[in-house]
């Protein structure tokens, strides 16, 4: 193509382009570029211009992002230039006297008769970044109000959460709602509400400190993210989150005290608050709004709750009571069988957690219906409860069938779950000691979040007699003996640690082993045994006192050592005490599948500096439940270990052998070591080599045995 050729198709093309010789000097430019250059305030280059001497001198500036982008920019193209990669794109920012605008910046080589160099390419991309940032704003922020939305308040809780972790801060939450907010729609029109949230949410902004978030939750609630301080006021806010908290509350009531003017109507508009302060124990960001909620209101409902309970007036008169009892054993039936009513299910009971059971305490059932009798006893392990405890399930599923983890669990089947809601009792320390529980045989689409509101409402009146009813039962007795059992067991007596070798296949070598915990007292297995002490509040203390035995008894040695801690025990910062005194090179954390992780980055934060140092993070039970792929998905694991549920019989089922073959190889593409658990039998030995596994535990190696 004749030169005048080649100019004219380059100046005929929109993007802005230029020709650089192999030394990165500008030898063409296009009308586009020219055009560019003459407008932009940032260093374009001419013709005869080095492109490496312009990045050279951006990259010395004061602006740290242009500095940034110019020694990205400058080592691509150098890249490209000098043969290493063929092409190189990044987006980049060029201020003009019309605001910022945006590029990708792209070099492609070339090789020619005449030598090589490079193409380089300015495409405008500012009207898609415009976009882009419109869009982020919108999922983080409310359309009506402009505020943070649910998504960025909850983020930045858990941010806030993560640094009192850290620092031994005090995080204050505050949530607001409209009182009487509905009349306000109903009489004046959903324009007028709309006009109310959006003065509420100008009032609110003026009442916080710099730092804290003023967020809408949802309809007319808000939520006020109080952080712990930094540098000098940090020390004063973490010991004094709960003033933090009374002086923005005070200043809400202040800001509310002004009447609001709404399309020439002058209202009274006053906001119901609850405080809640998180300290570095407390865990997900929507359990502590849920607290803040809880205690917003306890402060608006319990009079009335008090007056349903009572008969009083806005009350139910005349409910029928089943069984007698005391005073207080009918005020709890009686609010009992107000919720099943409420929330239109079949049954509904009050539980309370002695060991690794549930008993029924208080029933109410639908006429006609069959239902459990107080005093059934069930065990946690496959109760819904214990997983909306942990977190694992939610409080309300209105409709099973849609609930993976309900799809999973026996019970649904068993006893015909179509719908469930259910909210804790806690004792006076706040530990949860049982719950009050409704389902119903069929899908209840219709519930809502109003409704676990209405459970946690009743729920709050409800604990403080429930615990009064139940105060010299027999279960209680046990449950207080009980805890003492447990406590024994933190301290040392009654367990003990065993080891279980992980063995090369190709060799039978023993290249690691897993400390287990063993347990004097056998009517309970060791997952029971955890359970329990996880019911009664003592969970982390008895999983630290198991792990620090196993490495004080099993580390030091030639093998790997694998010790399994929970999700939570970790975030919360465990991990700098136990390895104090330990080599991570020879320490494996495994992280079971079943225990929920509540925020990933939080997880990684805390893992991250001794991994750096050695640690290896293993997934256990990997294909025991939906959760398993993303747990390995998140965390990266350095060794992923695969459930005994796809073990067992591996060598007669082609399903199993597919399943196991594609966790191999995934685990290759990962780097990370794979482990079967559970082998029993040779024949599932040598079915596990010829699918690619190369290590293994289970009893055809060895029990566990005492160090």
């Known amino acids: 193509m004749a030169r005048p050729l080649q100019h004219a198709v380059l100046d005929s093309l929109p993007a802005q382009l230029a020709v650089l010789d192999a030394e990165g000097t500008i030898v063409s430019v296009n009308d586009a570029w020219r055009r560019f250059g003459t407008a932009a305030t940032c260093d374009v ?11 050279r001198r951006a990259a010395a500036g004061d602006d740290p992002r242009a500095a940034a982008d110019a020694a990205l920019a400058a080592e691509g193209v150098r890249q490209v230039l000098d043969g290493a990669i063929p092409e190189f794109s990044m987006d980049v920012a060029c201020r003009t006297p019309d605001g910022v605008m945006w590029f990708t910046e792209q070099a492609v080589r070339f090789t020619g008769g005449h030598g090589s160099g490079a193409v380089l390419s300015y495409t405008d991309i500012t009207e898609r970044k415009a976009m882009e940032v419109t869009a982020r704003h919108l999922a983080t922020h409310d359309v009506l109000t402009g505020l943070p939305n649910r998504t960025l308040v909850a983020d930045r809780l858990t941010q806030a959460l993560a640094a009192a972790r850290r620092t031994g801060g005090g ?78 509350a005070s200043r809400i009531v202040e800001a509310m005290a002004v009447p609001v003017v709404v399309s020439g109507t002058t209202l009274d508009v006053e906001l119901s608050l609850g405080i809640h302060v998180a300290g570095p124990r407390d865990r997900s960001a929507d359990e502590i709004v849920d607290l803040a909620d809880a205690a917003m209101l306890h402060a608006k409902g319990r009079r009335r709750a008090a007056a349903l309970a009572e008969g009083g007036p806005g009350g139910v008169v005349g409910l029928e009571h ?18 099943r009513r409420t929330v239109g299910m079949d049954v509904a009971w009050t539980s309370e957690f002695v060991g690794s059971s549930q008993v029924l305490r208080f029933v109410d059932v639908a006429p006609g219906l069959d239902g459990p009798s107080p005093g059934t006893e069930t065990p946690l392990s496959g109760a819904y409860c214990s997983r909306v405890v942990s977190g694992v399930m939610p409080a309300l599923i209105p409709d099973t069938r849609l609930e993976p983890e309900a799809v999973l669990l026996p019970a649904t089947q068993e006893h015909h779950i179509g719908a469930y809601l259910g909210v804790p009792l806690l004792d006076a320390e706040g530990t949860v000691e049982g719950m009050v529980c409704a389902v119903s045989s069929s899908p209840q689409p219709e519930l809502s979040a109003d409704d676990v509101t209405t459970a946690r409402l009743i729920a709050d009146v409800i604990q403080d007699v429930h615990r009064r009813a139940l105060s010299s039962s027999a279960a209680s007795v046990r449950r207080r003996a009980l805890r003492d059992e447990v406590l024994d067991l933190c301290r040392g007596h009654g367990r003990h640690v065993v080891l279980q070798p992980v063995v090369e296949l190709g060799t039978g070598a023993s290249v690691a082993v897993e400390a287990l915990t063993r347990f004097d007292d056998t009517t ?27 490495l004080e008894q099993a580390g030091g040695g030639a093998r790997s050592v694998a010790i399994n801690l929970s999700p939570s025990v970790i975030v919360d910062g465990a991990l700098d005490e136990l390895l104090s005194d330990a080599d991570p090179h020879d320490v494996v954390v495994e992280v079971t599948e079943h225990a929920p992780v509540e925020s990933y980055v939080a997880l990684d934060e805390a893992l991250a500096s001794h991994r750096a140092q050695g640690l290896r993070v293993a997934v256990d039970d990997v294909g025991a439940g939906y959760a398993s792929m993303t747990h390995v998905i998140r965390m990266h694991p350095d060794i992923i270990k695969i459930d005994m549920s796809l073990v067992r019989g591996i060598d007669d089922d082609p399903v199993r052998q597919a399943l196991v073959q594609a966790l191999a190889a995934f685990g290759r593409r990962l780097h990370a070591v794979v482990i079967a658990e559970g082998v029993e039998t040779e024949a599932e030995r040598d079915a596990l080599v010829s699918l690619g596994i190369e290590y293994a535990q289970g009893f055809l190696f060895g029990t566990p045995t005492a160090p």
Do not use: I, M, Y
């Open 45 to 55: 280059c001419a013709e005869g211009t080095n492109f490496f001497e312009v990045c």
């Open 171 to 248: 995080v204050a939450v505050v949530f607001a709602d409209v009182d009487r907010f509905k009349a306000v729609n109903d009489r004046l029109g959903h324009a007028a509400g709309d006009e109310v949230l959006e003065e509420v949410a100008r009032r609110l902004r003026l009442c916080v400190r710099e730092g804290d978030t003023v967020g809408r939750w949802s309809g007319d609630e808000f939520v006020v993210v109080c952080p712990p301080g930094r540098g000098r006021e940090h020390r004063e806010d973490a010991l004094d989150a709960h003033r933090v908290a009374d002086e923005v």
């Open 524 to 550: 309970r297995n060791p997952a029971q045994w955890f359970a329990t002490a996880t019911a009664l509040g003592l969970g982390h203390d008895l999983e630290l006192a198991a792990a620090a035995s196993a």
């Open 322 to 339: 089943r069984g007698g009892g005391t005073g207080e054993e009918r005020v709890v039936q009686r609010l009992l069988h107000l919720l």
